[in-house]
T-cell receptor, first 114, second 114 residues
Framework: KAGVTQTPRYLIKTRGQQVTLSCSPI?????VSWYQQTPGQGLQFLFE???????NKGNFPGRFSGRQFSNSRSEMNVSTLELGDSALYLC?????????????FGEGSWLTVV | AQSVTQLDSQVPVFEEAPVELRCNYS??????LFWYVQYPNQGLQLLLK??????LVKGINGFEAEFNKSQTSFHLRKPSVHISDTAEYFC????????????FGTGTQLKVEL
């Protein structure tokens, strides 16, 4: 069974540009979450989608957005990139949103903003 | 709101020695707890999780953790570490009704030395 797949793995963008990251969850999983990991702030929750609906949202500015498609694949978009957006973006999937459900993480997309 | 504190940012230990990585949490509602491991340039891998029931939880790679409600702790232990255990370890908490949103600690870098 394939794991959580994130593309691209590495990318470099310039300040002011926008970026779209993609996540394919484990087959059959309907929940997809996104996290930002930086040395200074650690792992921070961005948002969660379940069956194409945003269920939870973290404390990030509106420049960060996401969506989920009918096949459960998800994308997140960051507009007007800032240097501080340089981070590892992790996608996680789960079969449901039940209490304590096992959450599986992808290997992440490394974003560098220059 | 819930929070997680990992008291040690780095833990050096010799190979074959026991290790304990500490995690304390704070929450006003019922929680479930996870430990994840992150190897360099990789995503997060689940070591173990606690939902309810027995307070001693066994995970992969010989790790175990004990949930202590009175001390609001969920410390991770391994009786004998190996060089390959060198990695960063994250404690995370989720809450009932919180979907798959996890709040992570700042991580503990475990360095196993010969």
């Amino acid at each position: 069974k394939a794991g959580v797949t994130q593309t691209p793995r590495y990318l470099i963008k310039t300040r002011g540009q926008q970026v779209t990251l993609s996540c394919s969850p484990i087959s059959g999983h309907r929940s997809v979450s996104w996290y930002q990991q930086t040395p200074g702030q650690g792992l921070q929750f961005l948002f969660e989608y379940f069956s194409e609906t945003q269920r939870n949202k973290g404390n990030f500015p509106g420049r960060f957005s996401g969506r989920q498609f009918s096949n459960s694949r998800s994308e997140m978009n960051v507009s007007t990139l800032e240097l501080g957006d340089s981070a590892l973006y992790l996608c996680a999937s789960s079969s449901s949103d039940s209490r304590g459900n096992t959450i599986y993480f992808g290997e992440g997309s490394w974003l560098t903003v220059v | 709101a819930q929070s997680v504190t990992q008291l040690d940012s780095q833990v050096p230990v010799f190979e074959e020695a026991p290790v304990e990585l500490r995690c304390n949490y704070s929450s006003s509602v019922s929680v479930y707890l996870f430990w994840y491991v992150q190897y360099p340039n990789q995503g997060l891998q689940l070591l173990l999780k606690y939902l309810s029931g027995s307070t001693l939880v066994k995970g992969i790679n010989g790790f175990e953790a004990e949930f202590n409600k009175s001390q609001t702790s969920f410390h991770l232990r391994k009786p004998s570490v190996h060089i390959s255990d060198t990695a960063e370890y994250f404690c995370a908490v989720g809450i009932t009704g919180g979907g798959n949103k996890l709040t992570f600690g700042t991580g503990t870098q475990l360095k196993v030395e010969l």
